[in-house]
């Protein structure tokens, strides 16, 4: 055979085998599965070798039409790193929940909250059961913990720090008669150090004490046959103490005191003039006015509340001050402090704005030396019992 015919042949040959291979190669390629619109798998801890939940969320394409999905697949990385990721074993402690999904996502079909289980975990595969999938569905999401939320976790972390050490991530929906793949996404992970920020603040103690004025004149003359009050200040206390706060209050003269007159209504009651009968630390008391040939004479300060601010502590007198009857209230001292009122509770008894009335009141008898210039300063202070 001369040398054309062989070459005609090989050529012939080569030609046949070429159009007998191209469509069973074409014939063996397959396509990847269509992707979720959107789809990510979110952990609740990024910790290294934490035990975590996961929340599953996907957008269906129109590639899930003639496919009526029955399950959901979740793979789980592989951490390259000294630890792999770990996965609880029985499948029925793979619980899906729809606890906090995101805002107008809803709960994957065909799933029962805490009641669907997975059905299989083989290796980093977790396989769920699940309903058929929709486009005008939109976002479906579901969450994955344990038996209970708080319970034990059934994926632990690994201990790579870097995300390209974590490989293999895959969510995707199928009928399992195919099994059929419908939409499929890679997702990524990452394991961290540690993934949560220390908040430190402080807040500093604080009292206020704050007057509404600092002077409080009586409304008319002192008169023998009536009691005669001021128009009364205020006192208003806040405090981030604790255990509450306590008001004290002393005065310059133990009395109403005048210069001109070198004399001095002492704080308290005297029945009849000059017995005194009411004291410093005596509980509080009501005055008397003058009368029936009897002389008497007083000087009180009375504390009522006038807010017992919301919340916090509980505002209290101190049965020194006060009064019964709108006509009284305690003795003043000019050589220490005497406590007024306090605020106590359950800790942290704490105040917004308590505010505490003062009011001075007063009876003279008939022989009081006349005076324009009876005084006297009252220094209220306090403090928070931090």
């Not at 059905?119 to 999938?133: C, I, K, Q, Y």
């Not at 150090?193 to 603040?201: C, E, H, L, M």
């Not at 009897?294 to 000087?299: C, D, F, I, K």
């Not at 006509?327 to 220490?336: E, M, P, R, S």
């Given at each position: 055979?001369?040398?054309?015919?062989?070459?005609?042949?090989?050529?012939?040959?080569?030609a046949?085998?070429?159009?007998?291979?191209?469509?069973?190669?074409?014939?063996?390629?397959?396509?990847?599965?269509?992707?979720?619109?959107?789809?990510?798998?979110?952990?609740?801890?990024?910790?290294?070798?934490?035990?975590?939940?996961?929340?599953?969320c996907?957008?269906?394409?129109?590639?899930t039409?003639?496919?009526?999905?029955?399950?959901?697949?979740i793979?789980?990385?592989?951490?390259?790193?000294?630890?792999?990721?770990?996965?609880?074993?029985t499948?029925?402690?793979?619980?899906?929940w729809n606890?906090?999904?995101?805002?107008?996502?809803?709960?994957?079909?065909?799933?029962?909250?805490?009641?669907?289980?997975?059905t299989?975990?083989?290796?980093?595969?977790?396989?769920?059961?699940?309903?058929?999938?929709?486009?005008?569905g939109?976002?479906?999401?579901?969450?994955v913990?344990?038996?209970?939320?708080?319970?034990?976790?059934?994926?632990?972390?690994?201990?790579?720090?870097?995300?390209?050490?974590?490989?293999?991530?895959?969510?995707?929906?199928?009928?399992?008669?195919?099994?059929?793949?419908?939409n499929?996404?890679?997702?990524?992970y990452?394991?961290?150090?540690?993934?949560?920020?220390?908040?430190?603040?402080?807040?500093p103690?604080?009292?206020?004490?704050?007057?509404?004025?600092?002077?409080d004149?009586?409304?008319?003359?002192?008169?023998?046959?009536?009691i005669?009050?001021?128009?009364?200040?205020?006192a208003?206390?806040?405090?981030?103490a604790?255990?509450?706060w306590?008001?004290?209050a002393?005065?310059?003269?133990?009395?109403?005191?005048s210069?001109?007159?070198?004399?001095?209504?002492?704080?308290?009651?005297?029945?009849?003039?000059?017995?005194?009968?009411?004291?410093?630390?005596?509980?509080?008391?009501?005055?008397?006015?003058?009368?029936?040939?009897?002389?008497?004479?007083?000087?009180?300060?009375d504390?009522?509340?006038?807010?017992?601010?919301?919340?916090?502590c509980?505002?209290?007198?101190?049965?020194?001050?006060?009064s019964?009857?709108?006509?009284?209230?305690?003795?003043?001292?000019?050589?220490?402090?005497?406590p007024i009122?306090?605020c106590?509770g359950?800790?942290?008894?704490t105040?917004?704005g308590?505010?505490?009335?003062?009011?001075e009141?007063?009876?003279?008898?008939g022989?009081?030396?006349?005076?324009?210039?009876?005084?006297?300063?009252i220094?209220?202070?306090?403090?928070?019992?931090?």
């Amino acid at each position: 055979m001369n040398k054309p015919k062989i070459k005609l042949i090989v050529a012939a040959v080569a030609a046949l085998v070429a159009e007998l291979a191209v469509p069973i190669l074409v014939g063996t390629a397959s396509a990847a599965p269509p992707v979720f619109a959107q789809a990510f798998v979110r952990p609740d801890r990024f910790k290294a070798l934490t035990g975590t939940a996961l929340t599953v969320c996907a957008t269906p394409t129109a590639a899930t039409t003639g496919v009526t999905e029955n399950q959901v697949v979740i793979v789980i990385p592989t951490d390259s790193g000294a630890t792999d990721f770990a996965l609880n074993s029985t499948a029925a402690n793979w619980t899906a929940w729809n606890d906090n999904l995101p805002a107008g996502s809803t709960f994957w079909p065909g799933m029962t909250s805490g009641t669907t289980h997975a059905t299989s975990v083989s290796g980093h595969t977790v396989t769920f059961a699940s309903g058929d999938l929709t486009v005008a569905g939109g976002q479906v999401c579901f969450k994955v913990a344990g038996l209970t939320l708080a319970g034990a976790a059934v994926l632990t972390n690994g201990s790579a720090v870097s995300s390209t050490g974590i490989t293999g991530g895959t969510l995707y929906a199928q009928d399992s008669a195919g099994p059929t793949i419908s939409n499929q996404t890679n997702w990524a992970y990452t394991v961290t150090t540690d993934d949560t920020i220390v908040v430190s603040a402080v807040v500093p103690p604080n009292f206020t004490l704050a007057l509404d004025g600092y002077a409080d004149a009586f409304a008319t003359n002192l008169d023998p046959t009536a009691i005669v009050s001021t128009a009364g200040r205020t006192a208003t206390i806040s405090t981030n103490a604790p255990g509450g706060w306590i008001a004290w209050a002393k005065d310059l003269y133990a009395g109403l005191h005048s210069v001109t007159s070198s004399y001095t209504i002492a704080s308290g009651l005297m029945n009849p003039y000059p017995t005194q009968t009411k004291v410093v630390g005596n509980p509080f008391f009501d005055l008397i006015p003058s009368g029936g040939g009897v002389g008497r004479e007083g000087y009180v300060m009375d504390v009522t509340i006038n807010t017992d601010a919301a919340a916090g502590c509980t505002v209290g007198l101190d049965a020194a001050y006060g009064s019964l009857t709108g006509f009284g209230g305690g003795v003043l001292d000019n050589t220490a402090y005497q406590p007024i009122a306090n605020c106590t509770g359950a800790t942290p008894a704490t105040s917004d704005g308590d505010i505490l009335n003062l009011v001075e009141r007063a009876v003279i008898r008939g022989g009081t030396p006349a005076g324009t210039d009876y005084t006297d300063s009252i220094t209220v202070v306090g403090a928070g019992n931090f």
